[in-house]
């Protein structure tokens, strides 16, 4: 496990390299060969663990409508947790409704 993906687990809702909400299915572990220590130029690292690749389903567009999508994946660098981002989402959106019932009250 790499400090990318350490904390994502199979069934996380997270964001990744494709746009939308999506539920990991699979972690898949990469170790070093010959040929990528070689395109990093540290042959040292060949056996070495680097960034896992990360599959999941889409299960929401960007907004939040649901979606069922095929699965994909990508290097664990391009994704993370995405409830920190929910949560704020959801605070901001209450922010919103409290300041528009405000005006919708303070109106003729």
Same mark, same amino acid.
Do not use: W
């Given at each position: 496990? /790499?400090?990318?993906?350490?904390?994502?687990? +199979?069934?996380?809702? &997270?964001? /990744?390299?494709? $746009?939308? &909400?999506?539920? +990991?299915?699979? &972690?898949?572990?990469?170790?070093?060969? /010959?040929? %990528? *220590?070689?395109?990093?130029?540290? %042959?040292?690292?060949?056996?070495?663990?680097?960034? /896992? =690749?990360?599959?999941?389903? =889409?299960?929401?567009? *960007?907004?939040?409508?649901?979606?069922?999508?095929?699965?994909?994946?990508?290097?664990?660098?391009?994704? $993370?947790?995405? &409830?920190?981002?929910?949560r704020e989402q959801v605070k901001e959106l209450h922010e919103t409704i409290v300041r528009l019932?405000?005006?919708?009250?303070?109106?003729?």
């Open positions: 496990m /790499s400090e990318f993906d350490k904390d994502i687990k +199979v069934g996380d809702l &997270i964001t /990744s390299y494709h $746009k939308g &909400i999506h539920k +990991v299915t699979k &972690i898949v572990p990469r170790f070093h060969t /010959s040929s %990528t *220590a070689l395109y990093s130029g540290n %042959t040292g690292l060949i056996g070495k663990e680097y960034e /896992s =690749q990360i599959y999941y389903n =889409q299960v929401a567009d *960007a907004k939040g409508n649901p979606r069922k999508g095929r699965e994909r994946s990508c290097d664990a660098t391009y994704c $993370k947790l995405a &409830i920190v981002d929910l019932e405000e005006i919708i009250r303070n109106s003729p």
